[in-house]
């Protein structure tokens, strides 16, 4: 079998989905914009061979890398970032190399565009927030006195919270006109909700082989805008709703061979889009979850998400088991604020149950913080009281 992989190197967890599939016997045949000597030993010792181009922007050099390796090793499989930035070019070399394992150009609008995601969402029974494409300040005055104050603007198509605003007032609606240049907006009712995850590897046939999911407690775009801690955890199982929501979702978007990360609201209080403790539909991203999610997941579930993408890649099927299960909680710092507590006092009161602590890589900075501590509980109450604890902030003087 032969697996092209754009961009193995970054993010930088994803030489484990290589190494994997090397390990399945798999021909992984990586091109990326880094030069092979600055490619990690584990990452280098997971690809066939490695094609470094001067840009994966350029589409000409990437095609011609593309060719090389149908040249050379015939027929190609898989071709495949697993990042949500290149989904379209994936896209595109697929259709132009006549690679019938994954999403092609015309599929592109329904998973990239957050208004076209929710015709999905309703195809598969699932509520999704009243929207408004922000094109004229008129139309997003009419939408705003249809669904009242605050609303939410963010890019149509985009990934996660960044360049995401709540609209509290007519000032804030002026403001942003001002500031959006000339990126497509998507205006949304406001929902009053924490954001939870689906997330599954997909089999050829539409199948779960695996699911979990996260929880984000607090809000995702205030926590990014107002730098607030990061309280995030990957819960010791999903509910029976979200997990049944997840796979109408999968039918209505037609998933086949993919690991996706799926988003919902989990409503706090009763509103137009259901009472509380039910979920509604937010976005969906046709890739892993990002960062140190992953990771997460092994932990919380005590197995290997990326050997369990690679088995669904060779063998339509897991065959790594799950063992024990519990919550893994991310605490995240940021280097703004003060905390009661100390690191070294967190592993002092935390050690047995933390399993990674240290730096957030830059990139991730901005959604996490800047320095995480990732613990492993049994229960609610257990992680509620280590974030309570450890990011207690202390009190101005």
């Not at 071709?79 to 132009?96: G, H, I, P, T, V």
């Not at 996706?260 to 991203?285: M, P, S, T, W």
């Not at 919380?300 to 060779?314: G, L, R």
Request: charged residues 25%; negative net charge; contains cysteine.
């Amino acid at each position: 079998m032969n697996f092209i992989y754009i961009s193995p190197n970054f993010p930088e967890n994803h030489w484990l989905f290589c190494r994997r599939l090397c390990d399945n016997g798999v021909n992984v045949l990586g091109i990326g914009d880094c030069p092979y000597d600055d490619l990690t030993y584990e990452l280098r010792g997971s690809l066939t061979e490695y094609y470094k181009v001067s840009s994966l922007e350029n589409y000409d050099e990437v095609y011609r890398a593309v060719a090389f390796f149908i040249h050379k090793y015939g027929r190609i499989d898989y071709l495949e970032s697993n990042n949500e930035y290149w989904l379209e070019q994936d896209a595109r070399l697929r259709q132009d190399f006549h690679i019938t394992t994954g999403f092609l150009p015309a599929d592109m609008p329904q998973i990239k565009c957050k208004s076209l995601m929710k015709a999905q969402y309703i195809r598969a029974g699932i509520p999704v927030a009243l929207w408004h494409m922000a094109d004229d300040r008129a139309g997003c005055l009419a939408f705003i006195e249809k669904v009242g104050y605050p609303v939410i603007v963010k890019p149509d198509n985009g990934v996660g919270a960044i360049n995401t605003f709540r609209i509290n007032n007519i000032a804030d609606l002026d403001t942003f006109f001002a500031n959006k240049g000339d990126a497509q907006y998507i205006m949304e009712e406001f929902i009053d909700g924490s954001i939870v995850s689906y997330d599954a590897i997909v089999n050829s046939r539409g199948e779960p082989i695996f699911e979990a999911g996260n929880l984000t407690i607090g809000n995702i775009m205030d926590n990014v805008n107002e730098k607030r801690s990061c309280r995030l955890m990957i819960r010791d199982r999903l509910p029976d709703a979200l997990r049944d929501m997840g796979r109408a979702a999968l039918k209505a978007f037609g998933v086949k061979k993919r690991m996706v990360h799926f988003e919902f609201f989990h409503l706090d209080r009763d509103q137009r889009i259901g009472k509380a403790g039910d979920y509604a539909g937010l976005e969906v991203n046709m890739r892993p979850c990002g960062g140190i999610l992953p990771t997460m997941i092994n932990y919380a579930y005590s197995t290997d998400v990326y050997q369990i993408w690679a088995d669904m890649i060779v063998f339509d099927e897991s065959r790594k088991p799950i063992g024990s299960q519990q919550f893994c909680a991310l605490a995240g710092r940021r280097n703004s604020r003060s905390y009661v507590m100390s690191c070294d006092e967190v592993i002092h009161e935390y050690g047995i149950h933390i399993v990674e602590e240290g730096p957030v890589d830059p990139a991730l900075a901005t959604d996490m913080g800047e320095y995480l501590f990732l613990a492993r509980f049994p229960t609610w109450e257990d992680v509620i009281s280590f974030y309570d604890h450890v990011l207690e902030e202390r009190k101005p003087n």
